[in-house]
Nanobody, 116 residues
């Protein structure tokens, strides 16, 4: 079982920034993709960003130009930099890591609230 340790959520004012981090218990090279989903209360989980090991990063239309996903191989961590955050319902941002044979593992997800 892969453990994904996340951090960086919290409360931020509209227009502010947060950076989420996700560190798997195995090398990130074990996974063919990592990314982030978010889920607000009463809503379906939606993809925020995904980074396959081959190919370009993919972002939800609603976050393009504002969110950037990156990875630091030396730190074995992936990041989601979120800028110009909009006021919206609080959501839990969950990191995921997909293994070719074992499927996807999920983090607990730090909550993110954008409010003045």
């Amino acid at each position: 079982q892969v453990q994904l340790v996340e951090s960086g959520g919290g409360l931020v004012q509209p227009g502010g920034s947060l950076r989420l981090s996700c560190a798997p218990s195995r090398s990130i090279f074990n996974f063919n993709a990592m990314g982030w989903y978010r889920q607000a209360p009463g809503k379906q989980r939606e993809l925020v960003a995904t980074a396959p090991n081959t190919g370009r990063r993919i972002y939800a239309d609603s976050v393009k130009g504002r969110f950037t996903m990156s990875r630091n191989n030396a730190e074995n961590t992936v990041y989601l930099q979120m800028n110009s955050l909009n006021p919206e319902a609080p959501a839990v941002y969950s990191c995921y890591a997909r293994h070719a044979l074992e499927g996807a593992s999920w983090g607990q997800g730090p909550p993110v609230t954008v409010s003045s």
